[in-house]
């Protein structure tokens, strides 16, 4: 990211008030944005509604050297108390177009909307993701799945605009996918758009099998408490069911459900799931979630990783575990 070398000689803020006009908001609260619920508030929030207002945002936060991060349904993500010192940009790129078996879908599509305008146009291939929170852009990034699919595995290429500025077509090769990772995760890389390559099918049959993975997901899942989805990866394992072992099944195993912190509590249906259980803080969620990681390694030797962001003032940071 860039650096301020000199004084501006307009504040960042008149800057981007002159660009943005009423699109943008200052000091921004992040946490309504989000399924956790959780977080303080940013400096600066733009909603990008085309490709063209992402990359003019974006080329902003650079121009007047500021941090920024690219913000899709907020649904594998846990926001700081503290906020972020920058630019945080919204993608709200939703189009969605078909062309034969193949479709191109915006960054900010809602990923379970996605998967019933493919079953509502005859195309199958998307019924796994049925009930995933958050939006493609998120997906592809974090190479999202359940049943031993993975979104990955559709792409068949992703436009990008590379920390550069530049746009540029990639394939699936480059995006690096495997389990929860792309190497978008590493290369800055923003998507603006991806195609996925899907199959014929009959819109009631793919319909009816979307709803049986939403009635299963909802049975574990929360629907009215705030979480993020699972907060820990499940280990690679060849010798495992689907080369995994559950993260939820080794929390299970050291009672966590019986845990919580504050406002942060484990969801009763899933073990690997954080919920905001009422005026959660993130400082909250994250005590409870270095308690279980330590009862997992002590109890069973196993070391669990996070599986969401963590947003910092300063940026998404690695994982620093304080046991």
């Not at 946490?31 to 003019?56: H, K, Q, S």
């Not at 690219?70 to 993500?77: A, D, E, H, Q, Y």
């Not at 629907?223 to 280990?235: P, R, V």
Request: include cysteine; aromatic fraction near 8%.
């Amino acid at each position: 990211m860039a650096a301020v070398h000199k004084p501006l000689a307009v504040p960042p803020v008149e800057i981007l008030k002159s660009r943005f006009r009423d699109e943008l908001k200052v000091n921004e609260p992040l946490g309504p944005y989000t399924t956790f619920g959780i977080g303080g508030p940013a400096d600066f929030f733009v909603r990008a509604r085309t490709p063209e207002m992402l990359v003019w945002a974006y080329n902003s936060a650079r121009e007047l050297g500021l941090r920024y991060f690219i913000l899709g349904g907020g649904s594998n993500i846990l926001v700081g108390d503290d906020g972020f010192r920058g630019l945080v940009i919204r993608s709200e790129l939703t189009e969605m177009l078909r062309d034969g078996d193949r479709v191109t879908v915006g960054s900010g599509v809602k990923f379970d909307a996605l998967v019933d305008w493919a079953a509502d146009h005859n195309l199958e291939g998307l019924a796994f993701a049925a009930g995933i929170a958050g939006s493609v852009g998120g997906a592809i990034y974090g190479n999202a799945g359940c049943y031993g699919r993975e979104i990955g595995d559709l792409v068949v290429e992703a436009t990008l605009m590379t920390p550069s500025g530049e746009l540029k077509i990639a394939d699936r090769e480059y995006c690096g996918f495997r389990y929860r990772h792309s190497r978008l995760k590493d290369s800055g890389d923003i998507v603006l758009t991806v195609t996925l390559q899907l199959r014929p099918g009959d819109r009631e049959q793919v319909r009816k099998e979307a709803d049986e993975h939403r009635q299963h997901r909802a049975l574990r899942h929360p629907t009215n408490d705030c979480s993020a989805g699972c907060f820990f990866k499940n280990i690679e394992d060849a010798g495992a069911p689907h080369g995994k072992i559950a993260a939820g099944q080794l929390l299970e195993q050291v009672g966590a459900k019986t845990e919580r912190e504050g406002g942060a509590a484990v969801h009763a249906g899933h073990a690997n799931i954080l919920i905001n259980a009422g005026g959660a803080t993130a400082e909250e969620v994250l005590t409870l979630a270095r308690r279980l990681r330590r009862k997992v390694k002590d109890k069973l030797g196993y070391e669990l990783s996070r599986e969401i962001i963590y947003l910092g003032p300063l940026g998404p940071e690695p994982e620093r575990w304080e046991d």
